[in-house]
Each structure stands twice: as structure tokens, then as C-alpha cells.
């Protein structure tokens, strides 16, 4: 399946759930392979592909943490600026979110789009080219969509697109809420898969997001349903399973990381 752009002239392909990109590479128990390939050990990176309508919206019950309702938008940045959120500690070590610089990171970032793992879910593999027409689409759109190495211990090891869930063709298939956010990811590097360090990051990632954007209540994720070490990886970072829904290409778990939990019916 493809990862979808998050800009508005995006690739109609799968986000970033997995290993690397959308959806985590294939093989991580419990990490997030990039939506467009599953990371051995990883979980699978949001891989958003524009949703079919009408999908199950079986409703679990809430993991995320209590916190303060959202607050009114008053900006005209879309996204809040990832790019200048601080650092954050987690139990794999000091992670930090650095916007995409194509002249300095296009090689980097090819090199994990051509891994195999990645490459099956993110379907961008091939020449440098193609990685940049990605990359361009979000940095010269709108702000809807921000491309971001994720850096751990000093060392860019993962690719995430920081997305507006509530413009992006995901909210043609399934309910979003306004200022919605949603995450594509992908870890580079076979070595640096597994041992939970999928889980790890994507709760530092939600919580940055529900810290720094007071007017987004929910962040979410739509890794591919047969994706079981992805969707673990989801849970173990305080999404819960809100429905099935029906993409081009896939049938994704809508994962939901909420701010306020709800009260279990």
C-alpha cells in the first residue's frame, strides 16, 4: 500500500504508520513499522491512504493519560510548529523532532525508503527523485502536513509527518474532530527496531502534540489492520482501537490517543 501526502497535492499512499513512514516496518512486536513498510520490531508508522467510506467504528475503552480539555484556535499555523518542540525524555533516551531539510537529509531518507521492510508499506522506494517529490509536496504546501527527522541520543533514526487529520482525505473516511492530529512514521534502521522502542516514541510524540497544540483534543493513526506488532505498538503508547476503516489499498486500525479519556460506557 502507498503513503498518502499529507499535503494537499499528496500521493494518495498510506501515511506513516509504520517502520518507517506511514506505517511501521514489518516484523516489530511491538514498534511501528512506517505505514508503508513494517519494521522488524518496530511498529508500523500511519501510513494514511485516503479512506473508503463507511468503516466499523467499534469503540474501546480509553488508555490515554487525564488532561485539560482542549483549547480554542487562535493561530494561523496549522500545526503549532513541530519543529521548535523541545526534546523529550523517554526510556529509550533524548528524543527530539527536527523539521526535514531536503538538501541535507533527501539521502538519508531515500536510504530508508528503499529498505524492504519500509518500501512494502511506504511504496516510495526508487531513486532519490521520488523521495524528494514527497518531501516537496508537504514542505511547499500549507503547513497541513511537516516532514520530520525524529532524533534519538543526537542520531536521526526515524522519518514522521506531522499531520492535520481533520484536512487530510482521512476525514472523507472516517469522523475527525477540528485540529484532529494524526502521525506517519517510519524507523530507519533494522538495528534500531524492536525492544519497545516503537511504543516508546510514539508516546513521547502524542504527548508532545497534546502538549504543545492546546487545540487538538485527539491524535490518531490508521496502521494496517493486519498489522498486529503495529497496532500493539499503538496500544502500548496509549491509543486505544476506535474502528476498521476502509482505505485504498488497505483496511486500517484507527488508532485514537485522546486527551481527555472517556468514560467507558
Not at 10 to 32: C, K
Not at 129 to 138: C, F, K, N, P
Amino acid at each position: 500500500m502507498r503513503q498518502p501526502p499529507r499535503q494537499p497535492p499528496r500521493p494518495a499512499s498510506g501515511g506513516g504508520d509504520g517502520t518507517v513512514g506511514p506505517e511501521l516496518a514489518a516484523g516489530l512486536p511491538t514498534e511501528p513499522s512506517g505505514e508503508r513498510a513494517r519494521l522488524p520490531g518496530g511498529h508500523a508508522p500511519t501510513a494514511h491512504r485516503p479512506p473508503h467510506p463507511g468503516a466499523r467504528r467499534p469503540e474501546g475503552a480509553v488508555t490515554g493519560p487525564p488532561a485539560r480539555p482542549a483549547a480554542p484556535f487562535t493561530g494561523t499555523d496549522l500545526l503549532d510548529s513541530p519543529g521548535g518542540w523541545p526534546a523529550r525524555g523517554t526510556p529509550v533516551g533524548e528524543f527530539q523532532l527536527v523539521p526535514v531539510h531536503p538538501a541535507r537529509d533527501l539521502s538519508l531518507i531515500t536510504t530508508w525508503m528503499n529498505d524492504p521492510a519500509v518500501a512494502a508499506f511506504w511504496e516510495l522506494s526508487g531513486p532519490p527523485e521520488r523521495t524528494a517529490a514527497h518531501l516537496t509536496a508537504q514542505l511547499d504546501g500549507d503547513g497541513r502536513s511537516v516532514p520530520c527527522l525524529g532524533v534519538l541520543d543526537g542520531t536521526p533514526m526515524s522519518y514522521w509527518e506531522i499531520y492535520r487529520a481533520d484536512l487530510d482525505p482521512l476525514a472523507r473516511h472516517c469522523r475527525v474532530q477540528p485540529h484532529d492530529t494524526g502521525l506517519h512514521l517510519l524507523i530507519g534502521a533494522a538495528a534500531d527496531r524492536g525492544r519497545g522502542r516503537g511504543s516508546a516514541l510514539l508516546r513521547a510524540v502524542a504527548d508532545l502534540v497534546l502538549d504543545h497544540r492546546p487545540h487538538c483534543a485527539r491524535v490518531l493513526a490508521e496502521p494496517d489492520l493486519l498489522n498486529t506488532p503495529s497496532v500493539a505498538a499503538f496500544l502500548g503508547a496509549g491509543f486505544r482501537l476506535s474502528a476498521e476503516v476502509e482505505l485504498p489499498g488497505k483496511r486500517a486500525a484507527l488508532m485514537v490517543r485522546e486527551r481527555m479519556p472517556r468514560a467507558a460506557d
